[in-house]
């Protein structure tokens, strides 16, 4: 079940209507990263340079190539930065669009079934800014255990597989359920909602490719959303999102 709705989303990944969406995001991600580098730097000259320059001059005279090393270094830093930012900033301006794919994927795979509501814009940009703190403290978590040997890719995998999976899977069931109801069936199929959510993980693991979490995981989770419905005998039926 987990394999197939995974092998669904990475399909569903390359559809044109799809690639439109990516295409958004990383335009926008791109954006925001250019906006935040100019901040960073802005904020480097205008409150760090000013006490590295009043400490330079009482060094002897060869020493001023040292304010152009450091400079050097701040960029290395700041792109670094930047870096490590890519996946959470690309996370929240994702979570803008995610019930683009996942109309995508309902007209494409389950043309017969009722379609789902997206959320309203205002809660959209709240699920935005919830995925986000999902995959900020998720990593911080992970971070914290960096050196602990052994420990740190599993604490990786398992905060990040039960944070996505429940987060993913509301969102997908909450395009045909109450808020209540998305939440008992989460519960209800808990064990494999995580082990979906470890897929997501192992994707977000990968470089660059992580880049595409959002909008894989939204597919994987419309799909299993369906399947999960589909076992339990209850047909999905569309509904107005409430607010969490």
């Known amino acids: 079940m987990i394999f197939d709705a995974a092998m669904m989303s990475l399909r569903n990944l390359f559809a044109p209507e799809t690639r439109t969406v990516f ?12 906006g935040l580098w100019f901040g960073l730097r802005e904020t480097f000259i205008a409150f760090i340079m ?4 009043g400490v330079v001059p009482e060094l002897p005279d060869w020493a001023g190539w040292l304010t152009f090393i450091f400079g050097i270094l701040a960029s290395i830093g700041l792109a670094l930065g930047l870096a490590l930012l890519l996946s959470p900033v690309t996370a929240i301006i994702a979570g803008l669009f995610l019930d683009d794919v996942a109309e995508v994927v309902e007209k494409r795979d389950y043309p017969s079934d009722p379609p789902g509501t997206a959320m309203p814009m205002g809660q959209a940009i709240v699920a935005s800014i919830k995925f986000f703190g999902v ?3 998720g990593n911080l978590f992970a971070l914290m255990l960096l050196f602990i040997p052994g420990i740190n890719i599993i604490a990786f995998f398992l905060v990040n597989g039960y944070l996505l999976g429940r987060e993913f899977f ?3 069931a909450m395009r045909f359920r109450s808020v209540e109801e998305a939440k008992l069936l989460r519960s209800r199929h808990s064990g494999t909602v995580f082990m979906a959510g470890l897929v997501i ?16 995981a939204a597919g994987l989770m419309v799909h ?5 419905a589909l076992r339990d005998g209850v047909r999905a039926v569309s509904v107005t999102p409430r607010s969490r």
């Open 135 to 137: 995959v900020i403290v």
């Open 170 to 172: 509301e969102f997908a």
């Open 23 to 34: 295409w958004k995001t990383l335009g926008l991600t791109i954006l925001v990263l250019i």
């Open 50 to 53: 000013p006490l590295i320059q």
């Open 201 to 216: 993980a192992l994707f977000l693991a990968v470089p660059i490719v992580n880049l595409l979490t959002p909008l894989f």
């Open 224 to 228: 299993l959303h369906k399947a999960l």
